[in-house]
């Protein structure tokens, strides 16, 4: 039992992934969406629970609320580029839930970086053709990388202290003070925006971000 | 020891901001720009915060020091923070002793720990023959961004687990003369146990006469009986770095060769016989062999504190030849003409093998005790097994006694199966 991810920081780190999908798809796709999710967590708490048949059948219960809630998606009549936001968006939870459960022993970070990444993808899809909105676009990034460090966390406790062990606490502050952190620099970056300080043309802007970025890559290094 | 290190955590969260700039600014998007700001604030955040200092406490307690074997003992650990930092993302792992596993509950716990509190955690092991002692608690403190980990050891004086089977207990009754070898020597004169006649030579006590025949047949005859020596035994563990390899999730050889090794004395003590203690690696361990309470206590205590067999497997993981040959030296010297040599060890090498049939060409009985860790999960492993079986069968054509021990099974069972084969 010891190597596998916590389940909290698992739940969560699905729930705000599935959450940011939703903000740039619109909540006219709750219904696929939340119904995708709620078979992927059902999977997930079956193949948690360890015990043969009740696993077989809350997994396949899992798998089947998941395949309508995608099958809804695909027959709904949407326009293209709103399944290209949801489509990625959507493969990318699926693929991060697979990372949790975990599918395969090893690969918990790469897929949960892989399932992170595509559901990223689908954020920046949203506000590129689609002219997302500027706070749902901040919200939903914040919501990308806290639900990868949730993921991440949940990998590193299960492999350290394993899930049969009291974790709730420990996953709790850990992911609460990600989602807080995220929180406050929506709110500055919202608030420089609207504070609207300089004049800056868009070519002054990219030096300074280029700037910082480059700033960034040294301090990582 | 405290080490501090990076966990890397928050690698690749650039990768948002490099992406979400590149597109804004390569597509004239401001608000996917602006995005790119999340990224660079995920980025600077772990780099605003301290490693944690951690003070720690432990303090541990069992519910039965002297089980009997297959018992359950609880165990319950108190971890205080004695510092005046709030540990936000504090992870516990128990020192449970190498050869008990637990069998309710888990050694490892979470938990965030303000100044002065304290959090407890419980769970039971299965006690097993032998004594055990607690190793110390690793305790591993991230910073609340998970940037940082401090892993430090928490020490605790718990007492010991003392779990020794009881006399009439079935198994003993298959251990009571479970150490291989011969205590009757294969030498023929006075004693007790029959061994053959002979024809009578002058000078021959006339008990030993064989009166029965001397009235069927008329000659004369004399029995002569097994003689009957006192044996000395010296159990010599192989912990040299190679020992130190076992199945995943399972206690490593040299825990295996402590255990067999306090089991084989124990039964030499109790048929009254005089057992002692060697071990080659770090350094050369070295108890003469000898009986009596005090000596037993300490051999026990060697076994459970002499730093080569400790759990913690050495940091220079590579077999040091000549250091290993001056201590079969050492324990060359140290051996008396009579003494019989229990070898334990997982075969991992030749140098065993080379060693016990050098032994065993100089006229001394020699016993190998193999505990069987080899897998077959890779390539690698399967090899490793095919090499052990080799090195078992080089040895029994060398003429040392072989005890082939699967860990899953008891040693006595083991003795009993080689013994079998022995007598064949």
Known sequence: MVHRPTTLASAVAVLVAAGS?????????????????????????????????????????????????VAFVATANLDNIATAELYPGLIGVAVLTGALLPIRRGWETALATAGAALVFLSVLNSGIAYGSDRLVLLVATAGVVASWDAARHAITLGAQVGRQAETRGVELTH???????????????????????????????VVFLGAALAFLVVLYR | MTTVRRTHHWRGVVA???????????????????????????????????????ELALDRRVSETNPSPGDEVSVEVAVTNEGEETLRD???VDGVPAMLAV??????????????????????????????QFRAATAIARDVSGRTEVETTLESDTADIECRREIPDPPVAETSDPFPGQILTSGEGEGIEFARTREYRSGDSPNRIDWKQYARTGTLATVEYRQERTVSVVVCIDARPSAYRGIEGGPHAVSHGVAAAQELLEAVWEVDERAGLAAIGRDFCWVPPDRGT???????????????????????????YDRAAAQVRELRTGLDRETQLVIVSPLADEFVVESALELADAGRPVTVVSPDVSTTESPGSRIAAVERRNRLYALRRGGVSVVDWDTQDSLARALLGAKRRWSR
């Open chain 2, 103 to 132: 069998s309710e509950g888990s050694a490892r716990h979470a938990a965030v720990l303000r100044p002065g509190q304290t959090t407890t955690f419980a769970y039971a092991v299965t006690a097993e023959h032998g004594s055990h």
């Open chain 2, 16 to 54: 948002v901001a490099l992406l979400a700039g590149a597109f804004g600014v390569l597509l004239k998007r401001p608000y996917v720009l602006l995005a790119a700001c999340l990224g660079v604030g995920y980025a600077i955040y772990p780099r605003l915060l301290e490693p944690p200092a951690v």
């Open chain 2, 294 to 320: 005090d000596h037993e206590r300490r051999v026990r205590e060697v076994l459970l504190t002499h730093p080569t067999l400790s759990p913690q497997p050495p940091e220079n993981p590579e077999s040091d």
């Open chain 1, 175 to 205: 992911v609460g003070a990600t989602l807080l952190v995220g929180a406050v620099f929506v709110a500055l970056t919202e608030l420089v925006w609207r504070l609207d300080v300089t004049d800056l043309p868009l070519e002054g802007l």
């Open chain 1, 21 to 69: 999908v939703l903000l740039v798809a619109g909540w006219t796709h709750a219904l696929p969406v939340g119904l995708t999710v709620f078979g992927l967590l059902v999977l997930g708490f079956g193949i948690h629970r360890d015990d043969g048949t009740a696993t077989l059948l809350v997994g396949l219960c899992g798998i089947g609320i998941a395949l309508t809630g």
């Open chain 2, 90 to 92: 504090l992870r516990l």
